[in-house]
């Protein structure tokens, strides 16, 4: 594909959640999330219903005209987990997404995933070394010098159930795992 193809689905079907947010400083809330619809032909009215709606589900709605800088650590990993779903991408990258977070902001990053995957039929990508983080997930690879070593899938087990399931691998693993 020639680099507008890529350019295209990218921004049509890919969203990315970074460990460190990537957000502008320079810019609101709102303004970092609406910026990838900025440079899709949605209307002004569509990119407003859709903010209200992914900044309902993730809880920052009230946030939308402050700066990075004046909100918490959470706040911002939810500000760039708007920004990676707004344009309703079909696949979402998310790398190390609660790593800078504490166990409360965290939790609530990861169930607001997991409702965002269930009513919006996006699916996410997450490259973690949490177990905690692992146990939100309907499938769970574990890599071990680069390969598959082995892979876990939720069914209908609960989350604490597939928790203990993924600390019993690391154990196999001897704790280094990454997935």
């Given at each position: 594909m020639k680099d507008r193809q890529l350019s295209s689905i990218r921004r049509q079907h890919l969203g990315f959640i970074f460990q460190d947010y990537n957000l502008l400083d320079t810019l609101t809330v709102k303004e970092n999330i609406l910026l990838p619809v900025s440079l899709t032909k949605i209307s002004k009215n569509q990119a407003e219903t859709?903010?209200?709606?992914?900044?309902?589900?993730?809880?920052?709605?009230?946030?939308?005209n402050k700066y990075p800088?004046?909100?918490?650590?959470?706040?911002?990993?939810?500000?760039?987990?708007?920004?990676?779903?707004?344009?309703?991408?079909?696949?979402?990258?998310?790398?190390?997404?609660?790593?800078?977070?504490?166990?409360k902001a965290a939790s609530n990053l990861l169930e607001n995933l997991d409702e965002i995957n269930q009513t919006r039929q996006v699916t996410i990508v997450m490259v973690t070394h949490d177990p905690l983080a692992s146990s939100y997930c309907n499938r769970v690879v574990f890599l071990k010098d680069g390969r598959i070593f082995s892979e876990l899938y939720r069914g209908e087990k609960t989350r604490e159930s597939l928790f203990k399931d993924i600390l019993d691998m690391q154990a196999v693993l001897g704790g280094g795992t990454q997935k």
């Amino acid at each position: 594909m020639k680099d507008r193809q890529l350019s295209s689905i990218r921004r049509q079907h890919l969203g990315f959640i970074f460990q460190d947010y990537n957000l502008l400083d320079t810019l609101t809330v709102k303004e970092n999330i609406l910026l990838p619809v900025s440079l899709t032909k949605i209307s002004k009215n569509q990119a407003e219903t859709e903010f209200r709606a992914i900044s309902g589900i993730l809880g920052i709605t009230e946030l939308a005209n402050k700066y990075p800088s004046e909100i918490s650590g959470g706040q911002k990993q939810r500000t760039s987990a708007a920004r990676a779903l707004i344009h309703s991408p079909s696949l979402v990258f998310a790398d190390e997404p609660t790593g800078a977070l504490d166990s409360k902001a965290a939790s609530n990053l990861l169930e607001n995933l997991d409702e965002i995957n269930q009513t919006r039929q996006v699916t996410i990508v997450m490259v973690t070394h949490d177990p905690l983080a692992s146990s939100y997930c309907n499938r769970v690879v574990f890599l071990k010098d680069g390969r598959i070593f082995s892979e876990l899938y939720r069914g209908e087990k609960t989350r604490e159930s597939l928790f203990k399931d993924i600390l019993d691998m690391q154990a196999v693993l001897g704790g280094g795992t990454q997935k």
